[in-house]
């Protein structure tokens, strides 16, 4: 995928974009007072493209828990000087502004800059202004306004609220013909809780289609995961967390104050992931369909005598057992696949299908490789996925299936 952004074009793929932060603010939580002046910001901003920024994102206001406001004259005058600066030096690298209010953002991409950063989520003001210059926006989600926003936050499902709300953004976005990337909001109005399970489950951020921004640098956090760790030593803390983004797929641009590594980790990151895609095509053997009898059921009537149920079971073999030539000794083979889940369903009672879907897979994928000997690869087991349904349940209650089904990892 690629973007339009002021004359350049952002390529989306492999490996994540570097966005450098740029703070021209006296009170930044990490950098403020460091480049508020026109040349110390023009300075910071030619190191970072040599470092390898992808886009550099300026900002006037903090947005620091706890921050004050500051007024559209304030932000226009800290921000202007600066963009157009750093536009004149001709840097070949595009410029985000990171403001919530419209009016900036209108004279800041009249200024140079080619897309527009609105922590407070893209309101429509904001989304008119981005498709009369043809920019893109970054919509963030907060909870609330930064002086209140980390006072006890709560969700009843962190990642499916900002989900809904971002995909909203998305949509609006869409029928003006602005291109919105989507932030979670990694700080803004999110105990650590909300953090871990917001970065644990990106995957879900991006099956809304957009690409995903995310901003983890040097923030606190860190130091509460940490135990404690002062802001101008999360550097590596930071570089673990935007790893694993990458690594995943899951991030596409990533916000840091540090470039120089930031780019490290994602051109190393994009070349593992260029190579694991051009690599042999996991291989997956099925054996579905197996009828097997067992005493089941949460009922001791239930138990008294053995049901029918069918298993399914599919093994993802590694990569290296992807490689392997075109023998059945090389392979794990479907009739053993069928004993074992017969094998497993009929020397015990269970009361749950899922505990006998798990039993089946730890069979499978743990206590098989033990035993085996010979180059069966069981010990080349990435993943399984068992299923067990009960047609005669299913039959009972005018449902087509009923059972359960387990991922297992080894
Ligand atoms: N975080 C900050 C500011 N802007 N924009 C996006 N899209 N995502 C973020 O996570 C994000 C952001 C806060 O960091 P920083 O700019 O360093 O601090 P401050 O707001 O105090 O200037």
Redesign the pocket.
Known sequence: MELACGGHSLAFGDRPLVMG?L?V?PD?????GLFNRPDKALEHARRMAAEGADLIDI?AE???PG?EPVSLEDELARLLPVIEGIAALDLGVPLSV?TAKPEAADRALIAGAGMV?D?SGASEAMLEVAARHGAPV?A?HMRGEPRTMQKEPRYDDVVAEIHDYLAERVAAGRDLGVDVLV?P???FGKTLEHNLDLLANLRELRRIGAPL?L?T?RKSFLDRLLGGVPVEERLSGTLAVNAWAAALGTADVL?V?DVGPHRQLAESIGALRARRRSSAPRRRVLARGIACRSRIGVTAAERAKPQELVVDIDVTLTAQAARARDRLGETVDYAELAAIAQAVADRNEYRLVETLAESIAATVGRERPKAAGGSTPWNRIESLRVRVTKPGAAREIGAAEVGAEIDWRP
């Open positions: 932060v703070n603010t930044s939580f990490s950098d403020g900002g903090s947005t620091r921050a990171d950063n922590v970054i963030m932030d909001g990694i700080g921004v901003g640098s916000r104050h």
